[in-house]
């Protein structure tokens, strides 16, 4: 089973920026998929950032140029760099992994941590 421990959110002015950090504990099987997601107030969570165990990345048009996702296999653990935020960007950010081994995968989802930008 996989645990999932999130960090760095915070409450910021518009134009500031956060590094949101999702650690990875567990065994016996391999990380595939990292992503984050956000969950705006009253709004359903969305995928924003997602990248492979190979590095490659891919972004929600809101974000792209913005966020930057990254990860460390070494400590199996994904970032979130979110720069020139917007209040627009305020809520819960999720990070969710995906792992297993090449007969199944699974979700693991992080407790998430609220981001709020002020304007």
């Known amino acids: 089973q996989v645990q999932l421990v999130e960090s760095g959110g915070g409450l910021v002015q518009a134009g500031g920026s956060l590094r949101l950090s999702c650690a990875a504990s567990?065994?016996?099987?391999?990380?595939?998929?990292m992503g984050w997601y956000r969950q705006a107030p009253g709004k359903q969570r969305e995928l924003i950032a997602i990248?492979?165990?190979?590095?490659?990345?891919n972004y929600a048009d809101s974000v792209k140029g913005r966020f930057t996702i990254s990860r460390d296999n070494a400590k199996n653990t994904v970032y979130l760099q979110t720069n020139s935020l917007k209040p627009e960007d305020t809520g819960v950010y999720y990070c969710?992994?995906?792992?297993?081994?090449?007969?199944?995968?699974?979700?693991?989802w992080g407790q998430g941590t609220q981001v709020t930008v002020s304007s």
């Open positions: 990248i492979t165990s190979g590095g490659t990345t």
């Open positions: 567990g065994s016996g099987f391999s990380f595939k998929d």
């Open positions: 969710n992994v995906k792992y297993g081994n090449p007969w199944y995968s699974r979700d693991a």
